[in-house]
């Protein structure tokens, strides 16, 4: 190992961890959530234009359109 590795951590025992920390985090999971409902929404959109309309657009229709209504319910469900 040369000298510049040695002092740098080993990051695949940090990714091991770091999976631990992303499941138990609420935010990530809210991330998760979100973004399983704008992949629905995008595949929604394509099949209706008949064409992939692309993530970046699926995903700032589904913020103006359905964020906050989903949100709302999200957290009625989960007792927020």
């Known amino acids: 190992m040369s000298e510049e590795n040695k002092d740098m951590p080993n990051t695949a025992s940090n990714t091991c961890s770091d999976q631990g920390f992303a499941q138990r ?17 995008k595949w929604i959109e394509s099949e209706k234009q008949g064409k992939d309309i692309g993530f970046e657009r699926a995903l700032l229709d589904w913020i103006r359109k359905h964020r906050e209504n989903w949100r709302s319910t999200r957290n009625k469900k989960l007792g927020k």
Do not use: G, N
């Open 25 to 41: 985090s609420t935010l990530y999971q809210e991330f998760l959530a979100e973004r399983e409902e704008i992949l629905r929404h």
